[in-house]
């Protein structure tokens, strides 16, 4: 059925930019695969506090794992980055980490944030700049067949952010719209962010991501996306 594997930041982006997709991949069969570059350690603790001081990363790593037991991640990484200063480390080794995972794994399909990092956040931009190095090192027989970026509303985006190349496409997210709630209230010490997004995902039908093609074949996504 495929591999399909996603590369974020931090612990809840898998959740708010794919949640329901992840959730009908893994239900068609395919293999996912997540990899988290940070720890989260720089998120909110919780109002009231869900983490005690000096715990966040600890229990964001808890609730990243739960997040992907309800998504069915088959494989999850955590490359343990400090959370808000991943611009800071060599993105030269944080792609040999991502690297060495497609080779592992052999997904047809990558995703990650665009250039922009889908609002702008450091950490995002740094983790999709890593994965086009990781990208780079790869053969022609070794690199997935397409990748994809989660699509934000546009007026997020400043008028000079571009658009990532290749064509939008939407998953529709039908009944895995309740896995994705579920992983976003995994992610409990993140609550005041599932609450701020609530008003945008309760309407919304379907997730939507560029798809930039990189070789032959349909991959694991461009089977469910219209």
Known sequence: MGVFMSVFAHPDDESFAAGATLA???HRGVTTVLVTATDGGAGRPGEPPVAAAGQVARVR?????EAARILGIRHLYRLGYEDGHLDEVDPA???ESIR???????????LTFDAWGGN????HRAVARALDIALRGLGPQERPQARYAPVIPEAMAPADAGVPPGVRVAVPMGPYRLLKWQAL???ATQHRSVEAAAAHLTPQVAEFFWRE?????A???ARVAT
């Open 120 to 123: 702008g956040h450091r950490d």
């Open 24 to 26: 009908r991949l893994a």
């Open 93 to 95: 080794a944080v792609a």
């Open 61 to 65: 790593a808890r609730e990243l794992a």
């Open 213 to 217: 093609v990189l070789g032959p074949g």
């Open 100 to 110: 060495l995972l497609i080779l592992r794994h052999r997904p047809q399909a990558v």
């Open 219 to 221: 991959d694991p996504l």
């Open 185 to 187: 209230a995994a992610h």
